[in-house]
């Protein structure tokens, strides 16, 4: 079957029987990462601007000083598909999967679209263990954190991360939350945000070892994977300075009521503030900031037309870059549960939130969710019905 996404088309052995030309499953393409795919080409667009057009290695420019293209590592191939749009974007990449299938299927779409690049049949954690790159992206089925250690050493300026094991990052799973993430996730109605801020939590403690900084300059997350986009810089103070931003999250399972605070020993509420219940708490979570507002905009603007997922990319950031940081949100539909009360448009209830004084945004997870400096009993005031 024949794939097109933005200026590549690639070609992917059907899974099922009878090979059509479409758009359906193999397992060497999943259609539905492609708002995913769609968003890692505009972040190399702006990332690119960000680094100022070329890599850093200096030893790879040609004698003439002319600059050399940044390099981008698709650790986790598959079909090529991210590796191959990086490429058709001018990056100098490498495409590693440690299927000999997946490989020969990227040399095959690198030539069919052609272009140049690398690829490479072995583990990616004993590549990234051995070279850098200015760009490395990690997307595996299930999660990252067995590549995170190499993947934090291969890695020059940006790591980008997917995670598709939602249920041990959200607590839904909770031991093995434990397990990978080295945290405990707590399963509450804001899931998406737990397990993205898990991840993050992993992800940093990860590069701290390694005395670097990993700032999100974007993160998105849907009830199926988490995405992030790691800045990486060097030294023990700035990786200090990202490790501060852990913390832990105190929620009351009976009204949703939840506070957080920064550091790494917890000092839970013996009871719930709101109704007297008791809390649960997760935590080390990053509580920090999950994006760069001026990156976010400048990843919208390198969202192009030709993109299959263009509008829903652009609302994405839209919400990203509107939303308040804070590390957990409101579902307004659980909230209105909770109280007998039936849902409101959800722009008329942030109004009501603003109105009475509060700060209020959307949120990128979903259409009913919120965030908000009110409590839950403040929110419960001041968004009473009419009549
Ligand atoms: C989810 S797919 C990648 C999808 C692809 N990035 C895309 O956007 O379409 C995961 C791939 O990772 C590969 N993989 C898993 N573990 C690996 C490892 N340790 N080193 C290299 N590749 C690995 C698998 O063979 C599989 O092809
Ligand atoms: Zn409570």
């Known amino acids: 079957m024949r794939v097109r996404e933005g200026a590549v088309e690639i070609r992917v052995p059907d899974a099922r029987d009878g090979a059509s030309e479409g758009r359906g499953e193999s397992v060497f393409y999943n ?28 030893t790879r420019g040609n004698d003439d000083g002319e600059r050399r293209a940044p390099t981008y590592l698709d650790a ?5 598909i991210r590796g191959i749009r990086g490429a058709s974007e001018g990056w100098d990449v490498t ?37 850098r ?56 109605e804001f899931h998406s945000e737990m397990g993205l801020r898990v991840l993050l939590s992993a992800l940093c ?3 701290a070892r390694y005395d670097r900084a990993a ?15 790691l800045e990486l810089t060097e030294g023990a103070t700035a990786a200090n300075e990202v490790v501060e931003n852990l913390g832990y999250v105190h ?33 080390p979570i990053y509580c920090g900031a999950i994006r760069d507002r001026g990156f976010v905009d400048r990843v919208r603007e390198s969202v192009e037309e030709e993109m299959g997922t263009a509008k829903r990319a652009r609302k994405l950031l ?44 959307r949120t990128h997870y979903g259409g009913t969710t919120l965030k908000t400096s009110a409590d839950v009993g403040e929110i419960e005031a001041a968004t009473v019905p009419e009549n």
């Open 205 to 207: 403690r990860t590069a």
């Open 251 to 283: 929620w009351c399972p009976d009204c949703l009521a939840r506070g957080s605070e920064r550091g790494l020993i917890a000092h839970p509420p013996e009871s719930c503030p709101n109704c007297g219940h008791g809390v649960k708490t997760a935590g």
């Open 76 to 80: 986790t191939a598959a079909s090529g």
């Open 31 to 58: 259609p539905e990462q492609e708002l995913n795919r769609d968003l890692t080409v505009a972040v190399l667009r702006a990332y690119r601007d960000r680094m100022g057009g070329s890599g850093d290695d200096e």
């Open 318 to 361: 839209d919400r990203l870059e509107g939303e308040l940081d804070r590390p957990t949100h409101y579902d307004q539909h659980k909230l209105a549960k909770g109280w007998g009360r039936s849902a409101s448009a959800i722009e008329d209830f942030l109004e009501k939130l603003r109105a009475a004084g509060y700060e209020a945004s």
């Open 133 to 188: 790159f200015d760009v490395v992206d990690v997307d595996p089925f299930g999660t990252p954190m067995l590549f995170a250690e190499s993947a934090v050493r291969g890695t020059r300026r940006l790591l980008c991360v997917t995670a598709t094991d939602t249920a041990p990052l959200c607590g839904a799973h909770l031991q093995s939350g434990i397990r990978k993430y080295g945290c405990v996730p707590v399963n509450t």
């Open 95 to 131: 495409l590693c999967d440690r299927d000999s299938a997946a490989t020969a299927l990227c040399r095959e779409n690198l030539a069919y679209n052609d272009l140049d690049g690398e690829v490479t049949n072995r583990d990616a954690t004993q590549l990234m263990g051995k070279e």
């Open 215 to 229: 700032r999100p300059i974007l993160s998105h997350a849907t009830r199926h994977y988490v995405r992030v986009y």
